[in-house]
C-alpha cells in the first residue's frame, strides 16, 4: 500500500525519529567548515522535540553563495560522484554535491513520491524534461528507474517524436512542466489524435508553480490525472513533497525532512494552517546537510489527516516567494494568492494588474481584472455587481479591500517575458 | 591497476569465458520471440570456441526494425527500467531496452573504461553531451559515478558557463564531441584563459568519428590527453572499446563482446589485421541479447600485445562505414583510408574529392587534393614531386594508384551540412 512503510508511522514514533536524525544532522553538519563555526556553541542534546529545530540558527541563499563551492561539505570531495548547480555565469551560484548514499536516498525518496501518487513498476515514464545541471531530469529519471518503470529519457522538444514514443511504448506516465503541458495537448490533436486515446494516465506537472486552475485545465485538456509535486536542488531536488492519489497537499516526506513554516519578516512560526516561508532541514543527507534553510517559498500545512493513511504533513501548493510579498495596512499579502482569487472566477479573463497608491494618508491596493467578451455587458448593474463579488472575494483572501476595476480584453499591456503583476506607485520616503 | 582483474586475463581463460557465456546469451536469446524462431535448429553445445559464434546466423539493423518494439525481449517489460532509441520521426526506429541488471553492467564497463585511459575516482568529470535518448549522455554519466568521480551533467551548449564551471570545480575530466572540442579551445582563449591554465587532463572523445590528426590538433590547442571509444546503442551505448594510455587502439571488453571482423560482402573472416566491418554478439546482456550484430562500421584488429598488460584485443579506430564502401577493379576501398592518408600530408589544405570515372575499359579514380598557399609555389617539379607523393602514399594505402590533381585553396566547392568526398561518374549499365 505504501512504498515505505515509514509514510504511514505512527506520529510519535515519527517524531522520535525526526529527534534522533536532527542529533546526528546536527554532529554531522559539524565536519563541514561553515557549520563548525557557526554551530560550535550548539550541543545536539538540547534537542528533545523536532520543534527544537528552531533554537538553530537559519541558513540562507546567501550563506550557500559565500560557502561555495565547498563550505558546506562534510566529506572529502573524492566522496562525491554529483553535483548540481544554479544555473547563471553572472554573480556566485550555488552548488550543491552528493555522495552515492546521497544519490541513493534522494531516489528513494523519488520512487516513494511517484508510487505515492499511483505510479507502480508496471508503468512506463517518459521524462521530457531537460537533463543537466537541473534536478528536475536527473532527479525523476533516477526515481523512475528505482521505482523499476520502464524509463524513457526523451528531454525536452521534439514535441511529434515524443508523441510518437509515447504511442509508441505505451507511456502511462509523463514528466512534463505545466506549461508544456497545455501546448502538448495541442499538438497531439495536430498529430491527428485525441488525448483520451492516449495511453497516459499520469502527468507530474510540479516542477513550475501553477495554479489549482492550470491543473484542472491541464487534466481536461490531456485527459489525464495531474499531480503536484515540490522539490528544491539545495534540499536535493524533486522528491520533497508530493500529491498523493487524493490531490488535496503534498505529503513532506518528515523522515527525511524538518519543514517549518515561519513569518518571513519575523522568524517566528505562523499560526497553524497559516501562510508563510517554508524552512527546510535535512536529515538523511551525508555528504552536505542543510539546517533551516529558508527556501523563501510560500506555502502552508494542510491541517487534518490525509484519506491516504500517510501520517506526513501536507504542504498546500507554492502560493509565491518570500521576496515578492507586498505589505499593506501591515497585513502580509502575496501576489499568488491575488491570481489564484481572481482565476477561479469564470467572468475573469487573460490578464490582471495589481497597483499600489498612496493617497497621503494611507496606502491603497487597486486591482485591474480583464473580463472575457460575454461578460462585459451594457448593463451597468450587473458589470457593478461584479465588480464587488471580486473586492469581496478578494478581501476574504487577503483580508484587504482593493478598488477593483472592471478591463475589457487585451486592454491592460501583456509585459514581455516574465508577466509584470504589480506596480509600485507609492511614494518612498 | 585495473579497474576489473578480468582486463588482464589469460586469453585461454578468457576465451573459455566467452564460450560458456556465449552459450548462455543463445540459451537466453531462445526466450525472446526473433531468436525463438531464429534459432529453433540451434544448439548452445554445438559451440566449443569463441570462433564458432560464426555458426550463427547475423543480425541486422533491419532485423531490430522488423521486430520493433519488443521482439527481441528475453522478459516481460515491467523488468525493463530503461528504453533507448534511435532518433527520427519517419521510419521505424530501433529502440534498446534495459533490465536494472543491464544498467549495471554498462555501468561497470563505462567505469572500466574510463578508469582504463587514466580516470580515477579523485577526478572530476564534466559531461559537455547531451543528455536523452542518446546513449552517450546517460552512459558516460553512469559510468562516472559508478567509478567515483564527482560527476557534473553540463549537458550541451553554453560554453561561457561550461568553462566557469570547469575553473570553479576544477575538472579534470571531460567527455566532449571531438567536433566541439576545438570550439571550446578557442572560447577559452576568448574568455581570457590559456588552455594550459585549464584544470583538464583527459578529454573523452569517443562519440564521433575522427581522425588520428584531430586527435593531435585537439590535444594541442586544448593541451589535453584525448582518447577515442567505441560503443554503439545496439551494444549498451559507450564503453564497448576505449583506449588505454598508449592511444594505440581501443581495448574491446571481450568478456561482454565476441567482435568479428567480417568482409561486408561475403560475410566470411577477413585476414588477421585487415579492414572489415565489425560483428557484435552481446553476452552479458540479459534483457536484450543480441548475436552476431553487423555495425556496418569498419575497422581492424590491432595485431601485438599491448604494453598496458591488457589482454582484449584492440580495435583500431573506425574507418569509416561499410555503405560507403567504393569497389574499384575488385579492391573495397573507404573514403576514409584515403581522408588519414592526404591529412597526414602536411602540404594538403581543407579540402578533397574523390572522382569514379570510367575510360571505357576500366574504371579509375581521380583525387582532387587542395594544396596550401604556402605548398602551391610556381616551381613545376617542386610540385610535380608533391604529385607524385600523394599518388604513391594512397596507393600504398588502398592498393590503387589514383590519378592526383593539386587545386589551390578553396578551389573545390564545399558542401553544405555533411561534406560530399565521393562523385561516382562511372557510366551505370
Ligand atoms: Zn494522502
Ligand atoms: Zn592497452
Redesign the interface.
Known amino acids: 500500500m505504501y512504498y515505505d512503510p515509514v509514510e504511514a508511522m505512527d506520529r510519535a514514533a515519527l517524531e522520535e525519529l525526526q529527534v534522533e536524525r536532527l542529533r546526528e544532522t546536527i554532529e554531522n553538519a559539524k565536519r563541514s567548515p561553515f557549520y563548525a563555526e557557526r554551530f560550535k556553541s550548539i550541543d545536539p542534546n538540547d534537542i528533545r522535540t523536532p520543534a527544537d529545530v528552531a533554537k538553530l540558527p537559519f541558513t540562507t541563499k546567501d550563506d550557500l553563495r559565500s560557502q561555495?563551492?565547498h563550505g558546506l561539505l562534510t566529506k572529502p570531495?573524492?566522496e562525491?560522484?554529483?553535483?548540481?548547480?544554479s544555473?547563471?555565469?553572472t554573480g556566485t551560484?550555488v552548488?550543491v554535491?552528493y555522495t552515492?548514499k546521497d544519490?541513493d536516498t534522494w531516489a528513494d525518496l523519488m520512487a516513494r513520491s511517484m508510487y505515492c501518487c499511483g505510479c507502480r513498476?508496471?508503468d512506463?515514464l517518459q521524462n521530457t524534461s531537460?537533463?543537466?545541471?537541473f534536478t528536475g531530469?536527473?532527479g525523476i529519471?533516477y526515481g523512475?528507474?528505482r521505482l523499476?518503470?520502464?524509463?524513457?529519457?526523451?528531454?525536452a522538444g521534439?514535441t511529434?517524436?515524443q508523441i510518437?514514443?509515447i504511442r509508441?511504448?505505451q507511456v502511462t506516465v509523463l514528466h512534463i512542466i505545466p506549461s508544456f503541458a497545455l501546448y502538448f495537448a495541442q499538438k497531439v490533436r495536430e498529430e491527428g489524435f485525441e488525448p483520451e486515446d492516449m495511453p497516459w494516465r499520469i502527468a507530474l506537472i510540479g516542477a513550475e508553480p501553477h495554479t489549482e486552475e492550470a491543473r484542472a485545465k491541464i487534466e481536461k485538456l490531456m485527459h489525464i490525472k495531474a499531480y503536484n509535486s515540490y522539490g528544491l536542488s539545495e534540499m536535493n531536488g524533486p522528491g520533497v513533497a508530493f500529491e498523493c492519489v487524493h490531490q488535496n497537499g503534498m505529503h513532506l516526506w518528515e523522515d527525511a525532512y524538518i519543514a517549518e513554516i515561519i513569518n518571513p519578516e519575523t522568524g517566528e512560526p505562523v499560526a497553524e494552517g497559516e501562510v508563510g516561508e517554508l524552512v527546510m532541514t535535512t536529515l538523511t543527507r551525508e555528504g552536505m546537510p542543510i539546517i533551516r534553510y529558508r527556501t523563501r517559498d510560500l506555502t502552508r500545512f494542510i491541517p487534518g489527516k490525509c484519506e491516504c493513511g500517510r501520517t506526513h504533513r501536507r504542504i498546500d501548493r507554492i502560493t509565491g516567494r518570500a521576496d515578492d510579498m507586498m505589505i499593506l495596512k501591515g497585513v502580509n499579502i502575496y501576489p499568488m494568492q491575488i491570481e489564484q482569487c481572481l482565476m477561479a472566477m469564470p467572468e475573469v479573463g487573460q490578464n490582471y494588474l495589481i497597483e499600489l497608491v498612496s493617497d497621503g494618508i494611507s496606502d491603497q491596493m487597486k486591482v485591474k481584472v480583464e473580463i472575457k467578451d460575454e461578460f462585459f455587458v451594457e448593463d451597468m448593474r450587473a458589470l457593478q455587481g461584479l465588480q464587488k463579488r471580486i473586492a469581496k472575494n478578494l478581501c476574504s483572501e487577503i483580508l484587504v479591500t482593493p478598488r477593483v476595476e472592471l478591463c475589457q480584453s487585451d486592454s491592460i499591456p501583456k509585459a514581455e517575458g516574465k508577466a509584470v503583476r504589480v506596480v509600485d506607485l507609492r511614494d518612498k520616503e
Open positions: 561555495y563551492p570531495l573524492e562525491f560522484v554529483r553535483l548540481h548547480a544555473s547563471g555565469t551560484p552548488a554535491f552515492q544519490l513498476k508496471t512506463v531537460g537533463y543537466g545541471l531530469g536527473l529519471h523512475s528507474e523499476g518503470m520502464l524509463t524513457i529519457p526523451a528531454g521534439n511529434k517524436r510518437k514514443l509508441d511504448h
